[in-house]
């Protein structure tokens, strides 16, 4: 016979797994190690040839003093013991990565007095990427020199919380997630947000609790009525603006109230969509239930302006016909809003994933540690990452014009 007591044994026994598993992964000390960088990498992100850039690290300066020098393997001692040094003599931890490209590219830079960019990852199936992607686009904006970008994980469950870091069965509480401000005990999100082991990333992490929004929503509504409620996020997110460059948020792979007030409250969509008949037609639902939604709520008129900009971009892409076929579909529904940048189904996705890691996670460009495959993977995600930028500057300009 099945009881509660027996199913309360299971989960503490997956606990314990989990939490054995994430000891032998991360060992020595059960933690994520933090990213390092090559002057390749920066060499590619800034078209400054390879030795411009060692010439210049030794003599240039910018307003904090002397350019970063990096390390060797040998100086990083064992938080260098996975890196590759064939080729690369110097490692650059991501914070000083960032500075190098802000040097380089000054125009990477957020104006001053313009707020940051509010992005939302979006769909209402689950197993399209979604988690692994919004964890990927927040690392290539931060591989491009965005020193200040916070991830906001809103789905109960807790993909991306795990992805960088935080185990939702041994880290984290409800009270703190995104669940005080959604259920109007307080308007600032700054007490829950972390650091994650990639600086520069910081992190409101999730909780299974954060199911229970929906009747909180519900009976919230019914009293307050839905534009308050509806609005919850808008003064947190604020406040987040002014911190961050990007603030991206990943939603749960559904269309209910959590999901609209995201949307509501963000300047872009983002949509991981891959090319196959079932993923196509619960992307064409999702928006049918955002509509209605809306109208429900009654708090945006047909023509309103809900968001700046909307990206749908195909995941888990193979070269077979019926994949070819959809994609055909695919972008004829989407028009100018399909990126034709494929992300393509990859192993090495499922491998990293399986480390609590992404494609970005693994030794540094130039070191020959990596597959063709985790490179073409990559390349997708920094391609469209580089297109959220330019939405992003858009908008910065248009608020910048607007403020003279």
């Known amino acids: 016979m099945i009881s509660l007591g027996f199913i309360k044994q299971l989960s503490m026994r997956a606990k314990s797994v989990v939490n054995d598993a994430r000891s032998n992964m991360l060992s020595p000390d059960a933690a994520k190690r933090q990213p390092f960088f090559s002057l390749t990498d920066v060499?590619?992100?800034?078209?400054?040839?390879?030795?411009?850039?060692?010439?210049?690290?030794?003599?240039?300066?910018?307003?904090?003093?002397?350019?970063?020098?990096?390390?060797?393997?040998?100086?990083?001692?064992?938080a260098g013991s996975g890196l590759d040094g064939r080729g690369q003599k110097r490692f650059f931890t991501a914070d000083q990565h960032c500075r190098l490209v802000r040097y380089f590219c000054p125009e990477i830079v957020r104006p001053k007095g313009v707020p940051g960019v509010v992005i939302a990852i979006c769909n209402y199936k689950g197993g399209v990427t979604k988690s692994t992607s919004l964890a990927c686009l927040a690392q290539a904006l931060s591989t491009y020199g965005f020193a200040k970008v916070c991830v906001i994980d809103l789905d109960p469950q807790g993909s991306l919380t795990n992805i960088y870091g935080y185990m939702q069965i041994l880290d984290v509480e409800t009270s703190q997630t995104a669940f005080p401000v959604l259920n109007g005990e307080t308007n600032t999100l700054m007490p829950n947000v972390r650091k994650t082991y990639w600086p520069g990333i910081d992190i409101v992490p999730s909780d299974p609790g954060l199911q229970r929004v929906e009747s909180t929503f519900r009976k919230d509504i019914a009293t307050y009525g839905s534009v308050s409620v509806m609005s919850r996020l808008s003064a947190p997110l604020d406040q987040l603006r002014e911190e961050y460059d990007f603030i991206l948020i990943d939603t749960p792979p559904s269309l209910n109230n959590l999901t609209t007030h995201a949307i509501l409250n963000c300047d872009?969509?983002?949509?991981?969509?891959?090319?196959?008949?079932?993923?196509?037609?619960?992307?064409?639902?999702?928006?049918?239930?955002?509509?209605?939604?809306?109208?429900?709520?009654?708090?945006?008129?047909?023509?309103?302006?809900?968001?700046?900009?909307?990206?749908?971009?195909?995941?888990?892409?193979?070269?077979?016909?019926?994949?070819?076929?959809?994609?055909?579909?695919?972008?004829?529904?989407?028009?100018?809003?399909?990126?034709?940048?494929l992300v393509p189904k990859s192993a090495a996705v499922a491998t990293a994933s399986d480390a609590f890691g992404t494609v970005f996670d693994t030794p540094v460009r130039g070191a020959g540690k990596k597959t063709a495959s985790h490179e073409e993977v990559r390349k997708a995600y920094m391609d469209i990452a580089k297109e959220l930028i330019t939405e992003a500057r858009d908008i910065w300009q248009s608020k910048s014009n607007a403020s003279k």
Request: net charge negative; with cysteine; charged share 30%.
């Open 43 to 78: 060499e590619e992100i800034t078209g400054v040839p390879y030795v411009r850039l060692i010439k210049m690290l030794k003599t240039a300066a910018d307003a904090e003093g002397p350019l970063p020098q990096g390390y060797t393997k040998e100086e990083l001692g064992e």
């Open 268 to 341: 872009g969509v983002v949509m991981p969509l891959p090319p196959s008949n079932l993923d196509l037609s619960s992307a064409s639902k999702f928006w049918d239930l955002f509509i209605e939604s809306c109208r429900e709520l009654k708090i945006v008129d047909d023509d309103a302006e809900l968001f700046h900009f909307l990206k749908v971009f195909p995941t888990k892409t193979e070269n077979t016909r019926s994949n070819r076929t959809v994609l055909g579909w695919i972008k004829d529904t989407y028009g100018r809003y399909f990126l034709d940048i």
